[in-house]
């Protein structure tokens, strides 16, 4: 199975500073990644899916890019709101596969 | 609107059984794939299940296979998850989530249930 390591486990930032997460997969999954948030005692949503494209309804300040094996889900500024877990997932291969998360924390 | 509403989940013992279901609502259910994701207390997401819009095609990880079965039953617009054998190790919150786009097999997920909890423990 694919294994996607996500990096670095913890971002302590401050509100308006940008946020660059990373996602490495252990074999090439071309495009097909996704990136999710999840808050404490919610659901995961959906970001950014096929490596750069926002889900309906996701704010321009989350942008994805990357290819093959390295990803990165970047917030330009970060909003009170954007605390949060995020995972990484690839849809290339059986069985589909999570990272094990970044969590962005306030500084 | 999109609704996805889990349940079954609760207690049962190593070694047992339990059918965790998802009511779905708010959109043509035969057409889209659906998948179960489940996270253990305090971890990460870990994707279990997948089908197909027509039910036809299943897909499962390995911790689960041969032991889990997923189902739908597009006539009640109604996922299904029978899990068989259960481990504490399967203890977790256990979510059905839609696809995004209406194709065959599970790619991402746009709309997730708000979660049922299985603990697996004598």
């Known amino acids: 199975e694919i294994v996607l390591t996500q990096s670095p486990a913890t971002l302590s930032l401050s509100p308006g500073e940008r946020a660059t997460l990373s996602c490495r997969a252990s074999?090439?999954?071309?495009?097909?990644l996704a990136w999710y948030q999840q808050k404490p005692g919610q659901s995961p949503r959906l970001l950014i899916y096929?490596?750069?494209n926002r889900a309906t309804g996701i704010p321009a300040r989350f942008s994805g890019s990357g290819s093959g094996t390295d990803f990165t889900l970047t917030i330009s500024s970060l909003e009170p709101e954007d605390f949060a877990l995020y995972y990484c997932?690839?849809?290339?291969?059986?069985?589909?596969?999570f990272g094990q998360g970044t969590k962005v924390e306030i500084k | 609107e999109v609704q996805l509403l889990e349940s079954g989940g609760g207690l049962v013992q190593p070694g047992g059984s339990l059918r965790l279901s998802c009511a779905a609502s708010?959109?043509?259910?035969?057409?889209?794939?659906m998948a179960w994701v489940r996270q253990a207390p305090g971890k990460g997401l870990e994707w279990v299940s997948g089908?197909?819009?027509?039910?036809?095609?299943?897909f499962y990880a390995d911790s689960v296979k041969g032991r889990f079965t997923i189902s739908k039953d597009n006539s009640i617009n109604t996922l299904y998850l029978q899990m068989n054998s259960l481990r504490a190790g399967d203890t977790a919150v256990y979510y059905c989530?839609?696809?995004?786009?209406?194709?065959?097999?599970?790619?991402?997920?746009?709309?997730w249930g708000q979660g049922t909890l299985v603990t697996v423990s004598s």
């Open positions: 989530a839609k696809d995004r786009i209406a194709a065959s097999v599970p790619y991402f997920f746009d709309y």
């Open positions: 708010g959109f043509t259910f035969n057409l889209y794939a």
């Open positions: 089908i197909s819009g027509s039910g036809d095609a299943t």
């Open positions: 074999q090439t999954v071309t495009t097909f």
């Open positions: 096929d490596a750069s």
């Open positions: 997932q690839q849809r290339s291969n059986w069985p589909r596969t």
